[in-house]
Nanobody, 125 residues
Framework: QVQLVESGGGLVQAGGSLRLSCAAS????????MAWFRQAPGKERQFVAA????????YYADSVKGRFTISRDNAKNTVYLQMNILKPEDTAVYYC??????????????????WGQGTQVTVSS
């Protein structure tokens, strides 16, 4: 089992920045590829970004490419999402997720084994 706890969400004006964190406990964090997803009210859960186990490779949804950066610190068992130039359409609950698999990237939420409880990000116009 892997337990994931997100933090860092909040209310920010358009053009601003936020940094989300996801702290993991349980199994060996460095064995898992990690990702961030988001879900707006009435919409399906959407892939945002993923990072390989070592942190050497990342992958982004087109909608956030150039604005968001995913990173991880395996010594701290934490994955981050730095979000810059935020837009109102970025408003959603953000979830971190983990999976143990050779295949990368995985953009379907169904392929992830572990999930956090989510953190709300609200971007005002």
């Amino acid at each position: 089992q892997v337990q994931l706890v997100e933090s860092g969400g909040g209310l920010v004006q358009a053009g601003g920045s936020l940094r989300l964190s996801c702290a993991a406990s349980g199994r060996t964090f460095s064995d898992y590829a990690m990702a961030w997803f988001r879900q707006a009210p009435g919409k399906e859960r959407q892939f945002v970004a993923a990072i390989r186990e070592s942190g050497s490779t990342t992958y982004y949804a087109d909608s956030v490419k150039g604005r968001f950066t995913i990173s991880r610190d395996n010594a701290k068992n934490t994955v981050y999402l730095q979000m810059n130039i935020l837009k109102p359409e970025d408003t959603a609950v953000y979830y971190c997720a983990g999976r143990r698999s050779i295949a990368f990237p995985a953009i379907s939420p169904r392929t992830y084994d572990y999930w956090g409880q989510g953190t709300q990000v609200t971007v005002s116009s």
